[in-house]
């Protein structure tokens, strides 16, 4: 137990206890996910998936320093298990190089004690949301740009993400759109690495109904609690592209690429307009999901029949590699 000394007067043995039978989600394993994995690993966590499909860039280094510049083009994920094998033989850290989607979500979620959203992708983290409050499972979600972040533990008895963000921007930005600092993903990777310990763990006070910000340019922290946002009345649900049913009525919103195969092209400004006739489901197409979830509370507003989104990034590129 001397690798763990130190942090035995704040969790005790039964803490310690508990962290090393428990098991963890995490996907994503860039900025965020990089402090996130070596803390939980180095804390004893017994049992980590480890969830990315991506490949390491020269580009992600300097937010993502656990990989190396030799390492340029291997898997993020298996990269990240193996330095984790070094760090602490104790934790087994199981990397999974695919798509989190809400095909393979529910049993990913069911099986884990605790789910870190790390992926900072509105599809993702609605999809997560999703499956923890089916599956009764706590999750840290966090997200970083530019100079700020926040961190939130949400589900398990608390609001949803859904409730917490029940309307999301109308455009989006990306680390590599708008930038964003190395320490400050890490900063927040590091706090949802601690909100996952205090639940695991069982420390008081829970942080299940707080959203902790961090804004590096005033140099100020904040956060709020949300235990009695209201849970929304007919979410959205995602959908992966393997789900679609035969008579769905397809619609891809981007302007930036073609339709996929059997999508028809409606802008996002037009989806107003749309007649689904006697179609039984509209799905709603966007890269991200930020698009197909706007689109979709237009269309809700003014047509009774089901909607369901696709974030088209696990299409484009496969749903497992």
Known sequence: MSRYAR???QIGPEGQARLAASHVLIVGAGGLGCPALQYLVAAGVGR?????????????LHRQPLYRSDETGQFKAKAAAEVMAALNPEVQVIPRIEWLTPANAPALVEGADAVLDCADTFAVSLTLSDACIEAGRPLISGSALDLSGYALACCAGAPSLR???PDLPR???SCATAGVLGPVVGMIGALQAQMALAVLAGLA????GRLISIDAAS?????FRFDAAPEPEAPLPFIAH????PGDLLIDLRAEAPPFAGASHVPPERIADLDPGTAPRVVLACRTGLRAQN?????QSRWPGQIALLALTDFDLGETL
């Open 7 to 9: 942090q035995m007067p």
């Open 48 to 60: 980590i998936t480890l969830v990315d499909p991506d490949r390491i860039e020269v580009t992600n």
């Open 163 to 165: 409730a917490v963000f």
């Open 171 to 173: 455009q989006g930005a």
């Open 205 to 208: 006070p829970s942080p299940l």
């Open 219 to 223: 140099w100020r922290m904040g956060g």
């Open 242 to 245: 393997s789900q679609i049913a």
């Open 295 to 299: 689109a979709g509370q237009v269309l």
